[in-house]
């Protein structure tokens, strides 16, 4: 079936079509975890945990290879997007500068 021109074509179409939208569905995961995750840091107890991992030298080797992997980037370019809104950039900003005065 795959030699005929037509069939290929439609599965190939196909296959795009799912891959859109599982990157959609993936980039709308991350979302919803990084604005979970501003919202749990406001928290004062969260933050406190927060600082004390941060001070970890394993955790750190940890987030640092986090970092390395591809999948990471798709909440990179979730926190990216975040940032375009003022609103979320000014929570994300309060929540960092909290998270600082912790360190």
């Not at 021109?5 to 980039?27: C, F, I, R, T």
């Not at 969260?46 to 591809?70: E, G, H, R, T, Y």
């Amino acid at each position: 079936m795959m030699k005929d021109p037509s069939y290929a074509a439609k599965m190939e179409a196909k296959m795009e079509h799912m891959q859109k939208v599982g990157d959609e569905k993936l980039n709308e995961g991350a979302s919803l975890a990084m604005e979970e995750a501003m919202n749990a840091m406001g928290n004062p107890e969260v933050m406190k945990d927060m600082a004390k991992m941060m001070s970890d030298p394993q955790f750190k080797a940890q987030l640092a290879k986090m970092a390395q992997d591809p999948s990471f980037q798709t909440y990179v370019n979730a926190m990216q997007d975040m940032m375009k809104d003022p609103e979320k950039k000014a929570k994300i900003e309060k929540a960092s500068a909290a998270f600082k005065s912790q360190l």
